[in-house]
């Protein structure tokens, strides 16, 4: 089934391989109207794009997007907005080992299995690639719900976490550092360990936490599209992605009731907000926060056993230019989930 | 937006509030053909219906389904499937002390809040009682997927979990005990924790796990409706559900790549199963296994103070018979979930 | 796929065989605060039910609806709408002649050979008995639009037809006469020739124009979802419907340019409105006026030859009571699904 | 609403203004494993494109479609299918004349209305350009249709029909006069009656027929989205067109039962096929036929009075290119259209 779509009422449809011609999107049920400010969208891609940094990745790509309609004179005009990002810098000959080999915990095996076959360049569709559409329509959706806030950073890179509660960071350090990691103290400890992890030819997981403020009352719509849900399955399709929790989230389920239970001040809102902003699926206009867990890159920069097409034992050299941690790049595209998601239900939200 | 409805191509839409009339719901897309056992659809209601053990809510509702369409026969026909289940012990007297109060970490206010008022007897539309129709649904998906097993368990209660891989587990043990526990030792550490919460009029969180086996290989639609964001989804939407992981799930979150990665067998499965028998948002023929999180009840038995729609802060009193543990009788509703998705995938899947 | 629900925001999914316990459908979507008159959903129903009057078929249904949820005290609550019909007069056995036949000009044929076998009891999930859903469905969305005007109305029956324009009728009149033709000159002849055709044990097909006035400036959603391409399908899916046309129709298929531009006057408003109320696929605030084609009934009264499921020429004799001309009846269907499609872009056209 | 996509399983979502950048779109669904034969996709695009002949716009545009993904090595991956069409032939300029005024007939004044303002250039969105995107998504469609014949032509243009039923038509005629009509002498008559008001700066409506062969029995998925319910939706969508119906149409609503119920052969089939190939929303295996009614392009080539946006009246003068009968370019509209309806059904008959 068509799986390339996502929302219903602001809906983003993006297309496009790591090594083709150029990847990229429509969205459809923009509003018409914004002004849009093409370089806050293009500074999110900057967030977004390798070689940003010296933890990430130094494949080079601009990553600039070319919008093809939708916005006439600046202002979007309520038809469907196309857009493309370029593959500058495609170098297919570096996939030519894997074509009829299978990189463990990649997903070369099962889109072989399940197409017939693939297109085995960089990851082709399975590629993170893709993500970079999704970050434009982020950057879009943002500019329409320019009251809410949306903040995500780096929480924790392998063993190394955030020993602070949320409100006690100040999110306008997010960016000073190449980790997105507001706490300078736990950011520094963070680049360390991915340095020394690079320098393994190995790679590590980590968990982004974000948190959305100013979230309109009424948001998600029970029983089945609640919000968080929505937005469990907006992080769950980002590549690498292993988890997600909300609120009190998996520490909740320790907990008794006694101890759990939001009290209510008198103008509506809780005292502890372990509920994390949803009740019921629906937003309570507290802060909505949540965590989402990613697992290690798979491609190592090391020697390896692996299996081929014939099922026989082939032997591989992880090489190219490969994060040694996704997190840092993963805080925009959990911020442009987010703002999709959002964006959804806040065209929704207008018919009640 | 409509949002009671689940999957695409085997489509669920419920209907029904906790002490209206009748709940139930219709089944669109189910294929013709399936010979119903009614039977094995009963005892799924039974494993979900209160009143079933000690350690439960002592309400007493036969759930008893009544199919109105769609069968005939007792053969699918391939048209909607339309059944009701009758509220049978309505009791509505039990709730008019909440009509104008807003129950903490219950959805009463978001309601209010959302559409102007609310059905508030019993939580209405957001209670559990929704989730009988699910388990309607899931036990006829169950029947359409004879060769998949699904079985979930309570993996832990509070802080009592088990302590072995799912591997070192019999299933056959799960209904054995009031928990649905498998491991019969930590069951009774289970249920001695639930009976002294209830004694204590408090309440406790927990963890269900799930094991779906014989998946074929291929189900999932990358990008965005990956087989476990759709899961996820699936579980998010269970009321009380906190958070959702898969595979590893955060603990790969902490792990480097060289120990997450799985080693390929010469028959395309892996030696460790980390990736949680998905890769790239695909099933890959092997064992997926996923862990759902449960808040504790937010029903006390206890007094307490709130406040009511005029921002006044009340006295309740939790009475009535609730569950002080959510999570033996969530047991069945998970498993209906993951069959309904598989379900849904399973029918997108003869595409390919 | 899962074929039985209509629109989005206003979401109509029904359930149901003829001759099955009962039918029914979820309206999800509906928006809170609807105060339900259902006094007037049942009036609706009466226009449409069987032994109404001397020219429709004599069986008698009582077609009186239960609304199971998403009512609390008289007022839409927000949540799914359940309601049930029950099917008071079976009568199966008048139908088991034609269990192992085809009807010509039926569904049986095509249901057998798409679903493997079928419920043959009536037409089964194939009988115009399912609109009864759609009715009720409508009757709640006419009450959502109680601004806009829904009028439908018996425009031919065979080759009697109304030679005057809508604008010159008097829809107060509608409901005066069997047949629901506003001009009772022609409503007597068609009385008339319906009469005799019954008599003949034969049918006839007719027309319904049906004519939307007071709808805003701005419903539609092109290019797809444009407001005349959902009114099509909505009647296209009405069973024996075989045309579909508005403004000018087929005859502007005959026209030049020059004859058929609509001058603008100068408050935005057209001078003929050929266009019948729509531009580009969206409302321009003008009537909106519409016809469908209606064939003549299929089960005559009547002996003829048909073929069993093995191929072999077997004798039928039509029996039972059936519609001479199905379009009396079929006028309060039109207006439901007109009012099924309104108020599914009613909801939309808040997000502008 | 998000109204800018066709279809379920294999999705078209189409972008672009007639005189932005460029205009295209994204299949989702397209099975993998299609070789692609794309001088067949441009041989498609050149029935569609203007100037191809004396009696269309004489406009020059080589709509040449470029794919960005999707596509490996020339066969489909079974990933979403992007391509571009770039919009060669601006000429912005010589629409300023409409940017504040509203030319009758066109959509101009309820896109302002809807969307508060719009891209004037040319009809912008609601421009018929937009369709070429749809015969790119049609060519795919009908490869992976390939036994299915997929036949239009030009039935009527003005008051001149062909005076023949389909059966006794050569479709290999059809593209051998500009006109798209099988009937040569007919064909004579309809250029002649094109060119005559192409003198008179005048334009005139017409009708496509279409006829499906070789359909496989079981497509269509009652009781809303019956098969030529879809049919009707797919044509409705097309720019300029005002009716559709299929089979008997509106002649069989003049019609009795005894004269119109197509008797059985004892193979299955019918004598008469007035059903148009489809019972009860199923195609049954026979011809699938049916008649689109466009109405006459709204621009001509004349001097006339129209509003602006204060309201007041002023005088346009029509210019530029344009069709003076939209019906020749519309054939292959058609086709695409129908295409893509059954491309979706076929898939979804898979389940069955």
């Known amino acids: 089934m068509a799986g390339n779509s996502f929302g219903n009422l602001f809906k983003l449809t993006t297309f496009g391989e790591s090594h083709g011609i150029a990847i990229g999107g429509i969205i459809d049920g923009c509003p018409p109207g914004i002004k849009l400010d093409l370089h806050a969208i293009q500074a999110e891609m900057d967030r977004r794009k390798p070689g940003q940094s010296a933890i990430v990745t130094q494949r080079k790509e601009p990553d600039e997007v070319k919008f ?65 559409s999704r970050v434009v329509a982020g950057a879009i959706a943002k500019q329409m719900l320019n009251n809410i806030k949306i903040n995500a950073f780096t929480s924790s890179v392998g063993d190394i976490f955030i020993d602070k509660p949320y409100q006690d960071l100040d999110f306008s350090n997010t960016e000073s550092n190449a980790v997105r990691c507001p706490d300078s103290a736990t950011a520094e400890k963070m680049i360390d360990r991915i340095k020394q992890i690079r320098k393994e030819g190995d790679t ?11 979230v309109p009352i009424g948001l998600g719509e029970p029983v089945f599209d609640k919000l968080h849900a929505e937005l469990g399955k907006a992080m769950l399709s980002i590549n690498a992605v292993k988890g997600f929790e909300y609120g009190s989230g998996f520490c909740g389920a320790k907990m008794k009731g006694s101890d759990h239970n939001d009290q209510f001040n008198i103008d509506g809102t809780t005292k502890t907000n372990l509920s994390g902003g949803i009740q019921g699926g629906i937003s309570n206009g507290m802060d909505i926060y949540f965590r989402v867990a990613f697992k290690p890159v798979a491609t190592l920069i090391q020697k390896y056993e692996t299996i081929n097409k ?15 941690c996704v997190v840092p790049r993963a805080v925009p595209i959990v911020e442009a989930m987010a703002a999709l998601v959002l964006a959804d239900y806040f065209l929704i939200n207008k018919i009640y």
């Open 68 to 132: 093809l309609s939708g916005v006439f004179e600046g202002v979007t005009t309520g038809t469907p907005i196309g857009f493309v990002i370029e593959n500058a810098n495609q170098k297919s000959k570096d996939y030519s080992h894997i074509k009829d080999s299978y990189r463990p915990s990649h997903a070369d095996y099962v889109y072989d299995k399940k197409y017939g076959f693939r297109d085995y360049r960089g990851g082709g569709r399975s590629s993170a690639r893709e993500t970079a």
């Open 310 to 324: 014939e099922g026989e034992i082939v032997e591989m050299q992880g090489k190219g230019r490969h994060d040694p």
């Open 204 to 214: 590590i997981g980590g968990t982004v936490t974000c948190v959305l403020q100013n």
